[in-house]
């Protein structure tokens, strides 16, 4: 697998503390996060990566990632625009300020769904997260849940689950997360996801009142 990770020093910025949510594809991070922003409307916003790949069949571009070249991405990791970004099966993906900052202005919980290597960076800078990993059962539960998908070729499927041995050692490491949720069934998953973000939440909820 080759990578390469690049990093851009981020100031604090204002608003309700952001969510960092990691974990495997496949894992389940996706329909967790809808189910928690549906039931808790107004709250949380969606900060949308950027990537270089194409979209898949059904996604929508804004909406799921923003699409861009290659260039255009290059061209803004260099002018310092991301907060983290990096190269995985020969394409970018990134998180932009402006998308962050877009939430937050709203006076919403942002939610940033990255990967471990942007865990790693995100917490060389001053976003100050709180960190939440969302991690499968087992490999072998992880393993059929994305060959169901029928989106991945064996090439790429092998790629994933060998990312996701790595991501789920490195969850285990002390200090790393604040919350470790293993969806194993669904209900229980969502409950601690939402008992995990339940003070953020209510912070929110109280300022929407006063204001």
Known sequence: MFMRLFY???SAMAGPRPVVISGPSGA????????LMKECENVFGFSVSHT???PRPGEEDGKDYHYVTREEMQAGIENGDFIESAEFSGNLYGTSKAAVQAVQAQN???ILDIDMQGV????????NPIYISIQPPTVAVLE??????KTESEES??????????????SKEPGVFDAIIVNDKLEDAYMDLKHSLLEEINMVKKTKVSS
């Open 157 to 170: 499927l092998e790629r994933r689950l060998k990312a996701a041995a790595v991501d789920m050692e490195y």
């Open 144 to 149: 059929k849940r994305l060959r169901d998908r």
């Open 8 to 10: 851009r020093q981020l």
């Open 52 to 54: 270089t790949r194409n």
């Open 28 to 35: 389940g991070k996706s329909t967790l996060l809808k189910k």
């Open 108 to 110: 919403l919980i942002c």
């Open 120 to 127: 790693k960076h995100i917490k060389k800078t001053d976003l």
